[in-house]
Nanobody
Framework: QVHLVESGGGSVQAGGSLRLSCVVS???????????MGWFRQAPGKEREGVAV???????KYADSVQGRFIISRDNAKTTHYLQMNSLEPEDTAMYYC??????????????????RGQGTQVTVPA
């Protein structure tokens, strides 16, 4: 059974940084390495928003709202992916979810056709 566990959320002042981690269990290293991985977020009263996607070859796609500020990465040997968030803004306040296993490529950023997702970690950037 596949499980995803996020960590690294918290409250940070505007302009600050956080690094989220997502440890994935239930895959072999090779299987994990073969899948797209990603992050999405949802703020209270707002629609879910895709944040970042990484393909098995290291290619990435970001939401326009985070392009240039956020960086997605992965360590296949640890079956873990990360979201480095820099220059955080109050508008980034949301519950952040990591996701795994999508067969639709970069379309997963906005289509949310993920096979698995974590329980979420809260990120708060006070105004």
């Amino acid at each position: 059974q596949v499980h995803l566990v996020e960590s690294g959320g918290g409250s940070v002042q505007a302009g600050g940084s956080l690094r989220l981690s997502c440890v994935v269990s239930g895959y072999t290293v090779d299987t994990y390495a073969s899948y797209y991985m990603g992050w999405f977020r949802q703020a209270p009263g707002k629609e879910r928003e895709g944040v970042a996607v990484m393909n098995p070859y290291g290619g990435t796609k970001y939401a326009d709202s985070v392009q240039g500020r956020f960086i997605i990465s992965r360590d296949n040997a640890k079956t873990t992916h990360y979201l480095q968030m820099n220059s955080l803004e109050p508008e980034d306040t949301a519950m952040y979810y990591c996701a795994a296993e999508c067969s639709y490529g970069y379309a997963c950023l906005n289509d949310f056709n993920w096979g698995h997702r974590g329980q979420g970690t809260q990120v708060t950037v006070p105004a």
